[in-house]
T-cell receptor
Framework: GENVEQHPSTLSVQEGDSAVIKCTYS??????FPWYKQELGKRPQLIID?????GEKKDQRIAVTLNKTAKHFSLHITETQPEDSAVYFC????????????FGSGTQLTVLP | NAGVTQTPKFQVLKTGQSMTLQCAQD?????MYWYRQDPGMGLRLIYY???????DKGEVPNGYNVSRLNKREFSLRLESAAPSQTSVYFC?????????FGPGTRLTVT
């Protein structure tokens, strides 16, 4: 099955700086990679995703890049704001028919004012 | 649309008690999932249902059972709760790959 590793586990940045979170995956057949944001006490919410036929995807201040050869993908947040503080999870989808997501262990991002 | 809803929001059980967590979605999604989330950890899949009438084990199925009652509803049952099952439980649904989560059930087993 798929194995997804995520780092760093914690990340602090100054407001206005950029933040980068990285994930690696094991299953070369995986083809869908979402990122979720989870605020304290809330449900995970999908913020951006990328499919394996695309190398980069951007949505306003967030972007995701994918390197299929190296089997890693990254979340980039530019011009960080205090409301970006949350736990971020990456995930990869299994290549089987059930399309199960395997999640990374999460990154606690803190944006310092 | 309510999206994915879960009941109850909070529950405290004694060791050995049983309970059922309820999940419903109104997005006409085929697939539904149950996850548990423990402090400092990601989400781990307990069971899933790829379509109405089918269920399969995920990464951590021991101590749980599920029922896909119809296309909308997917329930998770703890037959004999153990302290190790103290966790936050999330239900999710998807039509293709994007999964949408419910608000969660915070379960404590004493």
């Amino acid at each position: 099955g798929e194995n997804v590793e995520q780092h760093p586990s914690t990340l602090s940045v100054q407001e206005g700086d950029s933040a980068v979170i990285k994930c690696t995956y094991s299953d070369s057949a995986s083809n869908y990679f979402p990122w979720y944001k989870q605020e304290l006490g809330k449900r995970p919410q999908l913020i951006i995703d990328i499919r394996s036929n695309v190398g980069e995807k951007k949505d306003q201040r967030i972007a995701v890049t994918l390197n299929k050869t190296a089997k890693h993908f990254s979340l980039h947040i530019t011009e960080t704001q205090p409301e970006d503080s949350a736990v971020y999870f990456c995930a990869g989808i299994s290549s089987g028919s059930a399309r199960q997501l395997t999640f990374g262990s999460g990154t606690q991002l803190t944006v310092l004012p | 649309n309510a999206g994915v809803t879960q009941t109850p929001k909070f529950q405290v059980l004694k060791t050995g008690q049983s309970m059922t967590l309820q999940c419903a979605q109104d997005m006409n999604h085929n697939s539904m999932y149950w996850y548990r989330q423990d402090p400092g950890m990601g989400l781990r899949l307990i069971y899933y249902s790829a379509s109405e009438g089918t269920t399969d084990k995920g990464e951590v199925p021991n101590g749980y059972n599920v029922s896909r009652l119809n296309k909308r509803e997917f329930s998770l049952r703890l037959e004999s709760a153990a302290p190790s099952q103290t966790s936050v439980y999330f239900c999710a649904s998807s039509s293709l790959d994007e999964q949408y989560f419910g608000p969660g059930t915070r379960l404590t087993v004493t």
